[in-house]
T-cell receptor
Framework: DTEVTQTPKHLVMGMTNKKSLKCEQH?????MYWYKQKAKKPPELMFV???????INESVPSRFSPECPNSSLLNLHLHALQPEDSALYLC???????????????FGQGTRLTVV | GNSVTQMEGPVTLSEEAFLTINCTYT??????LFWYVQYPGEGLQLLLK?????DKGSNKGFEATYRKETTSFHLEKGSVQVSDSAVYFC?????????????FGQGTELSVKP
């Protein structure tokens, strides 16, 4: 099973709303990621969690707040977003860990976010 | 720093044509190389991978060979189908790259006509 499940598939939110994106994997992967993808562009890394601890934050604005409740779940909390934050948000997981960083990642189907 | 360069698209082919999408990379360590495919409205799917020089990754009729001497990982398919229409991303992950961050090329959009 190489499935990463993201919910919801689509989300429309106002600039004053608070919402959360959810991601789940059951492959036993200890690294989980959030990427942002704009139309016709490659994904851009936002956050990396390794063994449930935040290891990389790619200078993401604080209106995006990640959370890793356990080794299978990853959330992205959204607050006071701007219209330019509208994008496809992708979750991924991998077996990457110390001494073994160069492994493939498995992606979810993404959440299509529209900020109005 | 690490980087990946892909040929620009869009690429338009007729069904059963031969496909090549060029990909070259720059890396300081010993990267693994990947091709991901993204169908319209979907996430990225791992298409194939190669972890060391001269490895050939293959899947669903697609192939790519890890060429260290030319720092390349070109994607090929002998006979494309309409269902292969998608965006293809070449990517690398470096042994020295803490966190397992993927470095992507810009993507190549493929359109296959019947």
């Amino acid at each position: 099973d190489t499935e990463v499940t993201q919910t919801p598939k689509h989300l429309v939110m106002g600039m004053t709303n608070k919402k959360s994106l959810k991601c789940e994997q059951h492959m036993g992967h200890r690294a989980m990621y959030w990427y942002k993808q704009k139309a016709k562009k490659p994904p851009e890394l936002m956050f990396v969690y390794s063994y449930e601890k935040l290891s990389i934050n790619e200078s993401v604005p604080s209106r995006f707040s990640p959370e890793c409740p356990n080794s299978s779940l990853l959330n992205l909390h959204l607050h006071a977003l701007q219209p330019e934050d509208s994008a496809l948000y992708l979750c991924a997981s991998s077996q990457a860990e110390r001494g073994r960083w160069n492994t493939e990642a498995f992606f979810g189907q993404g959440t299509r976010l529209t900020v109005v | 720093g690490n980087s990946v360069t892909q040929m620009e698209g869009p690429v338009t082919l007729s069904e059963e044509a031969f496909l090549t999408i060029n990909c070259t990379y720059t890396a300081t360590g010993y990267p693994s190389l990947f091709w991901y495919v993204q169908y319209p409205g979907e996430g990225l799917q791992l298409l194939l991978k190669a972890t060391k020089a001269d490895d050939k990754g293959s899947n669903k009729g697609f192939e790519a060979t890890y060429r260290k001497e030319t720092t390349s990982f070109h994607l090929e398919k002998g006979s494309v189908q309409v269902s292969d229409s998608a965006v293809y991303f070449c990517a690398l992950s470096d042994q020295d790259n803490q966190g397992g961050k993927l470095i992507f090329g810009q993507g190549t959009e493929l359109s296959v006509k019947p």
